[in-house]
C-alpha cells in the first residue's frame, strides 16, 4: 500500500543550526513533491514544490531535495530561527491523478535561543 | 489566507444533529477539496470537486455529503454527527492552470458532543 512517512517525533535545535527533515514514500510514483508548513491550529501554507526531474530547489532559506531511487525527499532550512518552529508536512500527488494530494503526518520542528 | 474562508470557525453540536461547514474563496480557482485533521493522522481527504459539476469521494467520505454551489463555494454536511467525527476540518483549493499547489483554509474545529 502506498505510505508516506515522516517523522513522528519533534526536532529540537538549536538557533542557527541547519535543520534536515526527512521525508520517505512507498508504493508511490509521484510527478512532483510539495512541502507545507503548518502552524498549530491554522491551515498548511505551501513552501516549495520539487518536480520528479529536479535534483534540488532553493528558496531564500529553504533547501528541498528529492531522490527518487530512494524515495525520499530532504527539506532543509538553514540559519534556523525560533519563528521556524512548526509543523511540516510533505505531500504527493497520487498515483494517476495529478491533482489529489496525500500528506504526510508531518514533523514537527522547534527552534530554541 | 483570506482568499479561503471558512465558517464556522468553531462549532459544537450534539450526536445525531446535521451540520454543514461552508468554504468560499476569492481565488478564481476551479478545484475546491475538504478534509479532516485529526491528532497523529495527519490530513485526511473526504472530498473533492474539480468543477462544480465534479464531485468525487476521497479517503474518508462515509458519514459525509457535499455540494459544489458554485465555483466559489463548496460546502461539506455531515448527515448525522457522531464523536469520532470531532476533529479539524480544512477547505483548499486550487488551480487547475497552474501547478497543483493548495491553498487552505483558517480550519473548522468541530465537537460532537
Known amino acids: 500500500s502506498q505510505k508516506i512517512e515522516q517523522n513522528s517525533e519533534a526536532l529540537n535545535i538549536q538557533e542557527g543550526k541547519t535543520a534536515t527533515l526527512t521525508c520517505n514514500y512507498t508504493?508511490?510514483?509521484?510527478?512532483?513533491l510539495q512541502w507545507y508548513r503548518q502552524d498549530p491550529g491554522r491551515g498548511p501554507v505551501f513552501l516549495l514544490l520539487?518536480?520528479?526531474?529536479?535534483k534540488e530547489k532553493r528558496k531564500e532559506r529553504l533547501k528541498v531535495t528529492f531522490d527518487t531511487t530512494l524515495k525520499q525527499s530532504l527539506f532543509h532550512i538553514t540559519a534556523s530561527q525560533p519563528a521556524d518552529s512548526a509543523t511540516y508536512l510533505c505531500?504527493?500527488?497520487?498515483?494517476?491523478?495529478?491533482?489529489?494530494?496525500?500528506f504526510g503526518t508531518g514533523t514537527r520542528l522547534q527552534v530554541t535561543l | 489566507d483570506a482568499d479561503v474562508t471558512q465558517t464556522p470557525r468553531n462549532r459544537i453540536t450534539k450526536t445525531g444533529k446535521r451540520i454543514m461547514l461552508e468554504c468560499s474563496q476569492t481565488?478564481?480557482?476551479?478545484?475546491m477539496y475538504w478534509y479532516r485533521q485529526d491528532p497523529g493522522l495527519g490530513l485526511q481527504l473526504i472530498y473533492y470537486?474539480?468543477?462544480?459539476?465534479?464531485?468525487n469521494k476521497g479517503e474518508i467520505s462515509d458519514g459525509y455529503s457535499v455540494s459544489r454551489q458554485a465555483q466559489a463555494k463548496f460546502s461539506l454536511s455531515l448527515e448525522s454527527a457522531i464523536p469520532n467525527q470531532t476533529a479539524l476540518y480544512f477547505c483548499?483549493?486550487?488551480?487547475?492552470?497552474?501547478?497543483?499547489?493548495?491553498?487552505f483554509g483558517p480550519g473548522t474545529r468541530l465537537l460532537v458532543l
Open positions: 508504493n508511490y510514483s509521484p510527478a512532483y
Open positions: 483548499a483549493t486550487s488551480d487547475s492552470q497552474r501547478q497543483e499547489t493548495q491553498y
Open positions: 520539487i518536480r520528479e526531474n529536479e
Open positions: 481565488k478564481g480557482h476551479d478545484r
Open positions: 470537486s474539480f468543477d462544480v459539476k465534479d464531485i
Open positions: 505531500a504527493l500527488d497520487g498515483t494517476g491523478t495529478a491533482s489529489k494530494l496525500t
